[in-house]
């Protein structure tokens, strides 16, 4: 069995065990315990719903602080391209990547350009022969993730490249070190500024068989206050990052930090392409396609946040605020004189090109109810009756989510039937009826004179 | 041999809101005994298939899963119009579904075939004006 890492912790003290957090998890992954809320680690996606509906902000993201950056000579901030949607157009992308540098990293490099790599070769792969159709973007690792859990049979429809973070942090990386020859690989770190805390878990625990490119996440929420004041404001300032910015992102990678943004740089033709978002939405497509319920669908962007990126979780702005920033952003680059989809390095190509055998992801056979498939159909028979038994309201008193799982944690033994408060209160019942009962049954010494019986 | 694990479903004639309830019910089942999801999804688009065949094109039927431990007998029954030529409706792409159903994004011509394609065992028989029976099997360790 493996050990796994999930980016989702808890601040016990905070938590009141209720039920918001099971409820709204899309793989069931948490129960409430002794008054507290527990994450069953291997079924975990990393989504962050828990972290957004918790009303007592229990759960956090367990990310990098900039100070984790100090063990590193050289540093590398690759912002998502969702990051611009923090801030008013009337800061320029440029003043908030001179932000970072100002911030204290040597280099910063948009993830928006790896998404651009990205953006071409799906495109081009879109058009092979023998693909297997419809294509499902990798770029969310909490889809990925969900569908590593839950939905193996769909891996091969994955885009078989590195998503564009990756794709960023590789080319960042070799830049760094041809620019800088002093410099040892182990010296470099490369950081994504993001608001997801599903990436946190794909840097330490990676998606595929090999090592993320990546050295940490620092959340948008971690680094907004002090960004806002780095940006800057005068030409003293700007000048302080003169020559140090490369060529910018085009909108064609800009636009994958919104919902629809992927469709949109590859130009899919009308009717093949669906967007789908918001991770309970994404579940309920990957049910369809698995089912093969789908026809004439060549790709398919999933994003487990409502609008995409913008409405992360480790986001400052409200998700439509955000939204709407971004959009605003994207279509006055679309009117621009560098209004170009991408502009594309040969060189950044062939760093991509070279690591396409890296995708295949790992899958995680779910554990079934039991080894032997006898017993264990006899003990999905069981968990039929126990279901039968419970009151069928979901309320989540117990600390499951549904009646339909406690019956299944009961037939696994992490549960027993009278965690069901209802069941609990019919057991109470049934002990005081027993117990007037036998209250009322007196030996015959006892008897009272009236109650005599005839052979007396 | 144990007993099998029953689930059993009423079809209805034009119910669409009620189509996918089976198929999503046995492969819940399927996934919590450890079978394989690429046999889970071969059952899964057999019986879907089989619901959307009922649900277009007879009367009203049932459909009924068998579940042991080595397989999966999906037995669907249903009375109305049966298929004049069994043999013809085996064939891709030929569909006698209505424009509505069409429309609907169904009564594409490849219901039977997928159903067949799906299973290691396909049995079919049907009497015009009477109804239709189809027995599936699909194995769980093929």
């Known amino acids: ?456 | 041999m144990s007993e099998p694990m029953k689930l059993e479903f009423q079809l209805e004639q034009d119910n669409f809101d009620f189509a996918g309830v089976p198929s999503s019910r046995i492969k819940k089942v399927l996934q919590q005994i450890g079978v394989k999801n690429e046999i889970i999804r071969r059952v899964a688009v057999a019986s879907y298939e089989a619901e959307i065949n009922v649900i277009i094109h007879s009367l009203g039927g049932s459909i009924k899963a068998l579940i042991f431990p080595d397989r999966t007998e999906l037995y669907l029954e249903d009375i109305g119009p049966g298929i004049p030529r069994v043999d013809l409706a085996m064939q891709e792409g030929f569909s006698t579904a209505t424009d509505k159903i069409r429309e609907k994004g169904f009564g594409a011509g490849m219901g039977l075939p997928n159903m067949k394609r799906c299973s290691d065992e396909f049995e079919i028989s049907s009497e015009v004006d009477v109804g239709t029976k189809i027995k599936m099997i699909i194995f769980h360790n093929k």
């Open chain 1, 1 to 456: 069995m493996e050990t796994f890492f999930r980016s989702v912790g808890l601040k016990a003290d905070r938590c009141k065990g209720c039920v918001s957090c099971i409820k709204r998890c899309p793989t069931e992954a948490i129960r409430i315990r002794e008054g507290k809320a527990h994450i069953i680690e291997s079924k975990c996606i990393d989504c962050g719903e828990c972290i957004r509906v918790c009303p007592n902000q229990a759960k956090f993201a367990i990310t990098n602080h900039l100070e984790d950056t100090d063990i590193y000579k050289y540093n590398i901030a690759l912002p998502a391209p969702s990051l611009f949607s923090q801030f008013e157009l009337k800061y320029s992308v440029e003043a908030i990547l001179c932000g970072l540098l100002r911030l204290g990293f040597d280099d910063v490099y948009e993830v928006a350009k790896g998404a651009e790599i990205v953006a071409f070769k799906l495109k081009e792969y879109l058009r092979q022969d023998g693909v297997p159709k419809p294509v499902i973007s990798n770029a969310c690792p909490a889809c990925v993730r969900l569908m590593q859990i839950s939905y193996p049979e769909l891996i091969p429809h994955l885009l078989p490249y590195e998503p564009p973070v990756e794709v960023a942090a590789r080319i960042a990386r070799t830049r760094a070190l041809e620019n800088n020859p002093l410099l040892q690989a182990d010296d470099i770190g490369v950081w994504f500024i993001g608001p997801c805390p599903a990436k946190m878990t794909a840097v330490v625990h990676p998606l595929t068989e090999k090592s993320s490119n990546l050295n940490g996440v620092i959340a948008v929420s971690t680094i907004y206050g002090k960004l806002h004041k780095t940006i800057p404001r005068t030409d003293a300032e700007f000048a302080e990052c003169d020559n140090r910015l490369g060529e910018l992102a085009r909108w064609g990678g800009v636009t994958w930090g919104v919902a629809g943004g992927e469709s949109d740089s590859v130009d899919s033709p009308r009717g093949t392409g669906l967007i789908v978002h918001g991770i309970h939405h994404v579940k309920e497509m990957f049910e369809q396609l698995s089912d093969m319920k789908l026809t004439g669908v060549e790709h398919v962007e999933v994003l487990a946040c409502e609008s995409g990126c913008v409405g992360g979780a480790l986001m400052v702005q409200n998700r439509f605020v955000g939204e709407h920033n971004l959009r605003t952003r994207i279509d006055a680059m679309k009117t621009d004189k560098n209004a170009d989809r991408f502009s594309i390095d040969g060189k950044n190509l062939e760093l991509m090109e070279m690591c396409e055998s890296c995708a295949p992801v790992k899958i995680y056979q779910p554990v079934p109810i039991d080894e032997n498939m006898s017993e264990a159909l006899r003990k999905v028979e069981q968990m039929e009756q126990v279901l039968k038994q419970l009151p069928g309201l979901d309320c989540g008193s117990c600390g499951s989510p549904t009646c339909k799982v406690l019956a299944e944690d009961i037939i696994r033994g992490f549960a027993a039937e009278t965690d069901c408060i209802f069941k609990l209160r019919e057991k109470v019942r049934d002990m005081a009826r027993a117990m007037v009962d036998l209250a009322e049954h007196l030996p015959p010494s006892f008897e009272k004179s009236e109650d005599k019986r005839d052979d007396c």
